[in-house]
């Protein structure tokens, strides 16, 4: 791994592979300071990195998280496991399971018959030790039987039937048995994980349960990547039809596969079950499962560590931030500040647009103001310095609801408009196109966060595609051509 | 390699490694391959050549077991192949390369060596996770040997680029990638499809010299499908020309190269039509 930071033209003997490796590798970094950070981890292990990590992860709580904050981090971890979990099927042996979510669902519901009063007359209570190995074996089980069948099935196909697999979870859960599994109103009152004879019962303590789970999956994948196995899976994923050629029995792999993504899963779940002390079919419904491939993607499909973070991204913004308007606020301006000052160039443009864009939104509220008191009636949804700065520059009328569905459907235009248009009509739109935004932010995506934070991942993933196609931390693909 | 089991199948006289028996393949009402007989001895590199279209290719699928033939036999080592899936063929030690490269592109160049060592390798995924012996073992026996056959290629697998991504090699790298990837699985027979497709002329020069130190140096039988005479000259015992799935000639280079079917099969009937038309 040479880098040096001359151009490539400068060494003679840099030959073509050299210099595509090259310019591949420069890819596959961050852009300036962030790039040589990067490449400062790189040059440390694997387990070091994993293990200052955990570390910062455990000392976090040290920090004092609240009740909220703490349910929030606890959501994140569950789907950071979840897709290191899917890491496996999806980005290693590149079979697009949309079932995933049902084996975390076999797991929690696995636990909580295991060790509560559902079944019999005084219940089963077995052991942590014993009914968490027993509901892993029993996923890896149940993952061998999904993908018998679907094992000759490629790509669409295979992205359909798991999909019914999932939703057959949930109606299962739904309706088949009422009196053992409850139907719609789950199960509850299950027992505690307990670790070494001490019960967890504090979210507290189920925190640093998932860390370290988390921490020893994602150490023990690392092992399981660069082995056989994991070279199998990726050769499989690259060409079945050459690894085959090349001694790899690609269904035997494929299942194998399924099976370690569903061990994963179910071993989530049973934490997950033991931690919300209940399990509900809707806890396993589609959702969860978008969010799960939302993380991995955004992470990047092939890299644990991108998985992992993917989704604790993906969770902070969408369970935490957005979940307060001032929260949310911040994030929202944050974002928009952040994308005109990576975006904009030169300097002069990018200050002639931030100028412009507070000029103009002085100016529409005075003027709005002067016509109808009633116009700028209401204030910014946001609290504390955010509101104060916003208070004059962002129309918020009183009948906020009408006016901000017809700025909604405006902004839409004026956005599709605005990728368009040439650079010069670009950077005149640009101005009213943000104040608009704003409007719109206050008057109605701030109000309806349960629907705001479902297109602002749409709206993260979208940008990352076009920045950064290989995700967060995963690296550069190509497509092979035949 | 010496260590392999003997032949133990007895079959015909000659010690071949492959053998075909009056193969024939329809694709419906398509003809692909008729009554085909082929032989490829110990330590023998044979040549098939023909115009597109001639079915070289799929001679190479139905060996592979890509493609089940409708009639006749395969015989390797004297078992018989049909019917076994193309995993098992590739441990039984058939190796082959594509025409049109099929690398795992996303993997690193010395990683698609590796994995081409999975069915001859043992350890259970546990093994691997807890690092024990057996799997230490393995995986160092495995990178070992991925390092060796790299090397037999010289600087143009150079050990700078064992940890790039395939994707990042050239047309011929890639081409002498695949070439190692099939030798990791520890073939008794390489197929190669096109070797020199796409190479230059001192590249060209350098793959025969390679198939022949294959063959010399690594003991493996070879069957080739290539274009370009000046492969097929250089290094083959044998030719063997296809048309329209039939065999039409079999001899030595001078001998095929110079019979009338060939030249018909390549020209047209009337090869002095083309000059008359010029």
Known sequence: ?482 | MSAEPGHGGGGPAAPSVLHLDRLSLSFGGLRALSELDLHVGDEEIVSMIGPNGAGKTTVFNVITGVYRPSSGDVRFAGRPLAGQPPHRIARMGIARTFQSLRLFLNMSVIENVMAATYGNTRAMPWESILRLPRARREERDVRALAEDILSFFGQRLAGYRWDQPAYSLSYANRRRLEIARALATRPRLLLLDEPAAGMNPAETHEITELIARLRDERGVAILVIEHDMHVVSGCSDRVIALDHGVKIAEGGFDEVAGHPAVVEAYMGRDPGALSDAG
């Open chain 1, 1 to 482: 791994m040479s880098l040096d930071s001359q151009p490539p033209a400068a060494g003679p003997q840099v030959g073509a592979d050299e210099w595509v490796a090259r310019q591949a590798q420069r890819r596959e970094y961050l852009p300036s300071w962030l790039g040589t950070g990067q490449r400062w981890l790189e040059r440390v292990g694997w387990w070091p990195r994993l293990l200052v990590v955990g570390l910062a992860a455990a000392a976090l709580p040290l920090l004092g998280l609240g009740g909220f904050q703490l349910q929030v981090a606890i959501d994140a971890l569950v789907i950071a496991m979840l897709a290191v979990g899917l890491n496996i099927v999806v980005g290693w042996a590149g079979l697009l399971d949309l079932g995933y979510v049902a084996f975390f669902g076999f797991g929690a519901y696995g636990f909580a018959l295991l060790s509560s009063s559902q079944i019999g007359p005084n219940g089963i209570h077995l052991p942590t030790y014993l009914s968490v190995p027993i509901v892993m074996v029993g996923a890896a089980i149940l993952g061998l039987l999904v993908g018998w069948p679907s094992r000759r099935l490629i790509g669409d196909y295979l992205a359909i039937v798991t999909l019914f697999f999932g939703e057959a979870f949930v109606e299962f859960t739904n309706n088949v048995a009422p009196s053992v599994l409850g139907g719609p109103n789950g199960i509850v009152g299950i027992d505690p994980i307990s670790i070494f004879g001490r019960q967890i019962t504090t979210n507290g303590g189920y925190y640093y349960l998932l860390v370290a789970v988390l921490v020893l999956t994602m150490g023990v994948l690392r092992l399981l990547d660069t082995s056989r196995t994991g070279r199998a899976w990726r050769a499989v994923r690259e060409d079945p039809l050459a690894a085959a050629s090349m001694t790899i029995p690609v269904n035997r792999v494929k299942l194998m596969a399924f099976a370690f993504g569903a061990v994963v899963a179910a071993l989530t779940g049973t934490i997950f079950a033991a931690q919300q002390i209940s399990v509900f079919p809707t806890d396993f419904d589609t959702p969860i499962l978008i969010l799960v491939y939302a993380g991995l993607i955004l992470g990047g499909a092939g890299s644990i560590a991108g998985a992992a973070a993917g989704a604790l991204v993906v969770m902070v913004i969408y369970d935490g931030l957005l979940r307060s308007p001032t929260d949310s606020g911040y994030l929202f301006y944050g974002l928009i500040l952040l994308t005109l000052v990576v975006k904009l160039r030169p300097w002069r443009r990018l200050a002639v647009v931030l100028a412009a864009t507070v000029a103009l939104g002085f100016a529409t509220h005075a003027i709005a103001g002067a016509i109808s008191a009633r116009a700028v009636a209401g204030g910014p949804q946001s609290t504390g310095w955010l509101a104060a700065a916003l208070r004059d520059w962002v129309i918020v009328p009183a009948d906020a609801k009408v006016l901000g569905n017809w700025g909604y459907v405006l902004l839409v235009c004026l956005l599709i408009a605005l990728v368009q248009v040439s650079s010069r009509w670009r950077t005149i739109l640009l101005p009213p196109t943000i104040c608009l935004a704003s409007f719109v932010w206050e008057t109605r995506l701030a109000v309806e966060p349960a629907i705001t934070r479902q297109l602002m991942i749409g709206a993260i993933l979208i940008v990352m595609m076009n920045a950064r196609p290989q995700g967060l931390l995963g690296s550069r693909r190509v497509e092979a051509i035949t």
